[in-house]
């Protein structure tokens, strides 16, 4: 006792330590907590809300404790164990007086340091009351991005799961538990109750693991980890878990409420999610060793973390049988500040399918229990408990039995569904995108994020409003204005439910012309090509040259507890033989506490530290940085990051003369590729001229590359392009979006010679420019401009012109009707920017492809669509497998109206789009109605095809015929359409004829009907039909499908 009351006296300091000390560090509350872990000083081993045990390497400045000297060494292990007035405190001193040291006394805890491997297992002083302090690095978890505010509908699925928690069977495996006598992990009983538990798993049809861990009292039982593969996500992890085992300090050890009750509860679940799939993969865990250390759980827990498990979150169940006489059901619970967002979606959770189980925080002031391995180890755990204050006094004795501890079933079950509800409704629940990050570019920004399954689109929000939708991981806007900051974030619309995601994270960009190298910035015009957050500005009072500099604080000293950047806009290091970064700068950062760090990027999500600042530069210095390692980047980002914890501030740092300074620099062009088929140019020629070397960076994506006579299809070992020649365009499939550089050291000549036909054009102009004025001189002979993959057109014998600028990096197939020359050089600048390429809202059902290399165009006089209505959807369809290879959306009103049907993909093995020389048909949807036609066109046959497929075809419809309005006022109905097997024709009032003929004009069948009369289509080949209706006044036509 002496000895402890000296290492307190002592304990109480402000000033340095050496290196190497274990320290507890009083916290006040979680900005506190989480300064200390970005302390480079301090290693943090444990934590809790109220404080922080760690190993200090350098001076502290908040108030600490001092515990040991260089801790860990010489086989010593350190414990915290919990008191409570229930305990003894001079009989627990005097058992542990000759084998353990006490270096602090807070009361309701202990640190205790012992030599195991001279003494055995230091004995816990209570319940549940102690934790092994690890020579480990403990890390704060990362946002699962819980919703736990929103209120939703109970799933009937979960509800129905709810009914199936049978309060026998826990109370069942809770006596079953109980009656081995003991499951002390050290004792032969465990063992046999470890098996059972695997058997009851096993028996589920679980994956069953039996993971061996060292205890210092020599051999015990093992967790028992059994695994429910998800469909989806099988890498995204839900943990549910309870410790098996039960202590006492004489006598038997039956352990019902703690924590067979627990254990039971993980087994119920498991047994019912067992008979079911979700999208995440489920573990059940039945840990042993909680009682003297949650060692159990911290072995699975820090295994988890070295395997870098995507653990969504963990949910505990200890003691869940007992309620105190008097009192009502209900829980406490516990969870550290960290945890937060996991217990407010659990609370949640409950409101919506407990809504009579009231939740209320709590805190268990003299133990611990399994969830606190997980919040240790970076991940968010939490312990609905039954009550921090009145749980079972029957615990830690031979009386924890089933009656006087584990007293109330109905209670364990509501434990019990209330945690299964939470983990189904994490398995399944709809997560926004991961990952947004954002590129600017020069008019543009290029956002990516991580790809999903399961998912019809994507809403691409910017500055908060909904702009665009996209089926793609990434997306280019090209709406935007260079020089003003954008915010962007992304929801996911779910293809089986429809519903849209919560938001991705939020991402701010800046479109710019590209940085040209070498530059300088020295802060006087501004800061051009600089993006900066929250404080960071200009600031006259200090300054290297002139009177500017870049600071986080310009208008006096930085406040606390700031976590910020300024970061400059993106530059290409590609084609340069020497690159190097300077800045002049002086700072006055508080010591050890407040940092800035310089941090350079290839890809906007992982970042290099550079250099790190931190304490007083009262003169100015010159700060200088080779960039060669980068040499080859094309897309390099730098940024400041700053940081201050919670107590003093200081001046900050000023940053003047940015320099980029390079050699041997070429001229450059950014290409956003996206997935699927596009086209691409460049006005530049490339150093390399191989086709293989110009996209190499992004060879690991590319699927096939086509010219108008030439492939590189790499799969194929085909290459008939050879070299580049940036007088063409080329077509292009990608596996993902991704981005190209292209260097060199000369611009391609601006003029290109047409042949008559086809013509793959490229873009040969650094800016936009406009289709009228680049043809104006051949426009005669311009038969039609259209996009790659795309629904574009600019035809002007059709007065279509939904393409109107050819943007640069693009490549556009153009037909003439003869050999022309036009040329970029001279043509003005286009201001429209890119076509509004939004998709539109869709016919359900449709089975729409995606885009593909080639297409046929489809113009629809406006005389056509005289009948029909604004929002009117005409798809074109394949007879042989009704695939919807293309849609236009009618909402111009005496203006033609240009449908574009894809052709078949030939890279892939699977329809999916119009096969050469396949006849079409077309659909109609009327939206207002939520019916859908079959049409009959009227082609013009003066144009190159009718309704034929042809890749790079070109068709117009004179008329549309429909017999909607006349067989409704005739009294006909023909349905179902399209059908198979019987078709049925109802004629009111009178009797008709009926003839039914194939696309040859065939007669296959005919009869006289009357009333509601079935025909047999059953032995008739798939394909369309026409059908006619002959009445005494009418003569009615239909096209059918018979499938």
Known sequence: MKRFLFLLAIGLITIPSFAGDLVLIPTKDFDHTRSLFRMPQVQVNF??????VATLD????DTYIFLDHNPWQNNLSYYLVYLDETVNRDVYYQRINNIADVLYDGGTHLVVRIDETLYGQLPPAKNDGIVRITNKQVVLPLTMFFDGNGRFDPD???????????????????QHLQDYGTRNAYKPQSIEAMNWIKAQFESMGLSVELQDFTMPGGPASDNVIATLQGTKYPDEFIVIGGHYDSITYSGLEPGADDNASGTAGVLEIARILSQYSF??????CAFSGEEYGLYGSAAYADRCAQQGMNIHGYLNLDMIGYLKPGSYIHTDLIHPASAQELADYYTQVCSVYLPDFPIEPGMLVGGDSDHTSFNNAGYMGIFPFEDGSDYSPYIHTSNDIVGPSYNLEEQAVIFTKAILATAVSMADRITPPQNLVAQPGDGEVLIQWNQMFDIDYFNIYRDGALIDNTTNYSFTDTDVTNGTQYQYYVTAIYTDTGDESDPSNI???????PIGLPLMIDFENGTPYWELEDSWGLSNSQSHSASNSLTESPTGNYANNLDNYASLSAFSLAGYTDASLSFWTKYDLEQNYDFMWLEISTNGSTWTELDQYNGVQSSWVEKTYSLNEYLGETYILLRFHFYSDVYVTRDGMYIDDFQIAVEGGMLQQNLALPGGWSAFSSYIVPEAQPIEEVLAPVADDIIIVQTMDAAWWPAQNINTIGQWDAQQGYKIKLSDAAGLMISGTSQASQTITLSQGWNLIPVLSEAPVSCSDLFTDVMDDLVIIKEVAGSSVYWPSQEIATLTTLMPSKAYLVKMDAAATISFEGVAE??????????????????????????????????ALQAWEPGDQFGVFSIQDDLCTGYAIYQEPGQNLALVAYGNDSTTAECDGMMQNEMFYLKVYRPSWNEEFIVSALFDTSMPNTNTFLNEGLSRIEGILTNVKEMAEAGISIYPNPASGQ???NIINEKAVVTMMNLNGQIVREQIVAGTSIINVKELPQGVYTIRVQTSENVITRKVIIQ
Do not use: C
Not at 47 to 52: A, I, L, T
Not at 58 to 61: R, S
Not at 156 to 174: Q, R, S
């Open 507 to 513: 991402v701010y960009a800046t479109p710019m012309p």
């Open 279 to 284: 999208d995440r993969t489920i573990i059940f």
């Open 156 to 174: 009937p699925f979960i509800v129905d799961l709810l009914e199936e928690v049978t309060g026998a069977n826990i109370t069942a495996t809770v």
């Open 830 to 863: 286009s201001n429209q920017g890119a076509d509004d390429k939004k998709l539109l809202p869709l016919r359900e059902g449709w089975d729409v492809v995606p885009p593909t290399g080639t297409s046929h165009v489809i113009s629809i006089a406006a005389e």
């Open 983 to 985: 078709l049925f024709i």
């Open 47 to 52: 934590y809790k809300d109220e404080f922080v």
């Open 58 to 61: 350098g001076a502290l400045k």
